[in-house]
């Protein structure tokens, strides 16, 4: 029991073992499975594009309510392999909070189990690269309640179209840009603006984007995007000043 | 677990392409499994999505944002502007995916382009989900065949436009090198020729091709018979000399000029060598100008002799290639050339009545086949027949043979004005086909209490009768005979369904089509005997079991479908399909013709342009639906 678990702040390998024998074999599961390929083609391959909802934006007091996933499999968006969930909420979050994703109280009291949740989006993702915009956050908030729930790390490759896009489209925007300028710019259309689904929908096609471009400049692989995402972290490298402010 | 997402997903693009036709009436589940079967892709600007070099088309494709160029890469292109772009809602290439095959056009992202794709399978199982979808489709397929109709047309038109203005030069008109002879030529040997090439002239020429002299059909009558001139000696002493020369580079209205100023009927195209290169005649300037119907129909009714018909019936065809050319239906074509071959046969009729005596008696000229049906192509024979009334049985014989006697000249007069006599003797002159109005009923009921092969081959020829000369009356009794007898014999109609569904559209299961129905003609399908003949069979038996008394395949479609239940949409597919085969038999044969030979029916699929191949395989398959209607109706 998770509270519990809190509750006495007990060692991670002992949370770990808060977990029905089945959620165990699950985790080693996955845990077995070979680790992502990054050199496929863009087009001949599987990203799982993410958006999480929180209580709040402090990733160190906030809490992940809802993960939404699309995947984006050979270069296409399919309905069928997206996932949502929604973890339960001991506490709910704030009204304010509340009204920005639309995950109300009860929904939020009535979600699934944060282990479980956790263990059914392992499921759906395996492993392959997870892709986000400003993706520091989604992958701190996830690896935060994985690491409390499940007792293990993540551990996976994450591209972060923040960085990405504006390698790919130097000129267009500011470097400060949100996800909604990229989506403005694109003409994507957002069906419900934070909603993880909707927003993982959205950012998957700004992926699309982001890949026609890229293989368009020969980068070819999602090792060829976190190359890119590097050589842009590295102002000297760049030299450029929206590289500079974005560093 | 997902589910709610997958949702959420569908129902965005649900919501999304309910803005657009057809989708905005599409059923509820169809457009469930539609939102649930696509998938999204993204084409960045300037990218090619769909071309023929990318092989069979196996996924359609619905614009969700951005522009897409279409560019028709045919030779000849239907639109003009030759693109056109395709926006958020449209979906492309429906012909394509259902005909399994590559694209015609060129499919460009004019911007950032999203589309939803449906693979071809999803895509056909959707069809069998909507019936909204299957009747836009259907809708598209018909919008094709009219493409496919201005197509032809714009074929025809630049083939008429080379030839068909006055302005045009001598070498535009001149069909071949003529046949030419050496002055010191025996007559006997050039009539010889002329008799063997049907050639109305002779050009006499010199040792260096120049011509000196000419000899017409006309010359053999007033310079040879009557002067009783030795058919040995030289041409030289018989030609007309010096004859009319013209240099190539003149045009027509030169040529029309001279002949009117000169009084010649013929104009020699020369060189600058002033060697002989044509041969240029008032009937090959005639086709140069418009022929309009009237002008054909008042030549015939004031036509007092074969001749002048047969110029009438060449008219009827150059006519008809002209409205080819202007893109008119093949329905219409085809009742156009029916209706003229009326009334050059009523006329050849009349004229022969002047010879014959048939006072007294009551009668009527009948057609029958193709003629009977409205439905003559270019390359047609005579099937023809009479009726007649005969109060007094003493004088059958009598009356019957006054009828052979005058029928024997009207098949001869037919022949004459090139309709071929029918090598199966279904003429008005075969004894067996002139007959009392008993004796014609008596038959068809014999056909019908006793279908064997014979018979039924029979019903599918003397069923659809026309009068067109004579008591109409007689053949109206004929029909309601007819339909009284077959409409109450079921097992008559099942056994004529039995035979009209042996022969199957040429439909392949691997290939669009079989081409090897005929070993001696392999990569060829027959259009007359595969296609247009499995839509006749049919639509006859719709008409005897509906009593519907047209005898056209179109009109008994059109008739017998409410009866039968059958949506005026898929009626009108179904008559879209029959005309395209009939349109592609008229434009073959006229091809053929050009080329001098024998407008046949045998057309290779492999000649056929995408469009033109998509649309035939379309219409193959309304046949089919026309024969699964039969086996339904008749438990076959």
Redesign the interface.
Known sequence: MSWFANLFGMARARRALALAPEQREALANWQQLPAADLSFMHNRGRYVVVDVETSGLNMKKDRLISI?A?AL?D??????D????VLRQDRVSTNENILMHGIGGSAQSEGVEPAAALL?FLG?LGKVPLVAYHAFFDQSMIEKTMLEYLGVELGQTWIDLAWVLPSLFPNPIESRATLDDWLKL????N?VRH?A??DA?ATA?LL??A???SN?KGVLSPAGFIRMEKDRQLPHKIGSSDGLVCG | ??N???Q???S??IEFLRFYPPFDRMEHEAMQFL??H???????KG?LILSPETGVVQVFRIVQ??KVLVRHTTEVSVMDPSSLTLGPGEGFSIGSVMAQRPTTSSYTALE?V?CY?LMAEDFFELMQKSSVLNLFCTQYLASLLSQSRQQLQLQFSQHVAEQQTMNSPLTAIIKKVPLSVTPDTPIRKVIELMAAGSIGSMVIVDDTQQPVGIFTQSDVLKRIVLTGVNLDDPIRRVMSESPYTLPVAANAYDAVLAMTMHGVRQVLAVDEGGRLQGVISERDLFTLQRVGLRQIRQAIDAATSIDMLLHASQDVRQLSLNLLAQGVGAEQITQFISALNDTLTQRIITLNLDKHDLFGIEWAWLSFGSEGRDEQTFSTDQDNGIVYVCTDIMDREQTQLRLLDFARDVNADLDACGFPLCTGKIMASNPDLCLTLEEWEERFGHWIRTPEPQALLNATIFFDFRPLFGKFNLADRMRLTLLRRTRNNPIFLRMLADNAIRIVPPLGTFRDFVTDADPDHPGTIDLKQYGARLFIDAARIFAMAHDVTATNTVQRIKQAAPLMNISADKAAAMIDGFNFIQLMRLRHQHAEQMQGREGGNLIRPDELNEVERRILKEAFRQARKLQQRLKLDYQL
């Open positions: 939404g699309v499999v270069g296409r968006i399919d309905f069928n997206v996932f949502q969930v059914s759906y694109f003409a994507i259309e069906i909603n689904v909707s929908y096609k699309q984007v890949i026609a471009a368009q | 677990m997902s709610g997402a997958t959420m997903l569908v965005a693009t939102g649930e696509v998938k999204l892709a993204y084409y960045p990218s944002r951005g950032d999203f794709e």
